[in-house]
């Protein structure tokens, strides 16, 4: 027999910063804005002890953290 599960519901504040930045970033670059949001997501279930798979989105936190030395490095050349 199959378990039911319960449904899931997520709680957003809509005055968090990463909300608020969230809203700026999917004007300006709506793709990396839904990464965001997927991510966003999916770390909420895995501190619900929801998620089947954590693993599933390393690739994508690999990418930010990609982008971010990216932004790193590029300030350090300009010294910002």
Request: glycine share 2%.
């Amino acid at each position: 027999m199959m378990q039911q599960q319960n449904p899931v519901s997520l709680e957003v504040n809509p005055n968090h910063d990463l909300v608020v930045k969230l809203n700026a970033a999917r004007k300006v670059d709506p793709a990396m804005a839904k990464e965001i949001a997927i991510q966003l997501w999916e770390n909420a279930q895995v501190n619900a002890g929801v998620i089947d798979d954590p693993r599933s989105m390393l690739k994508r936190i690999e990418k930010f953290m990609d982008m971010a030395l990216d932004q790193s490095i590029t300030k350090s050349l300009i010294g910002k």
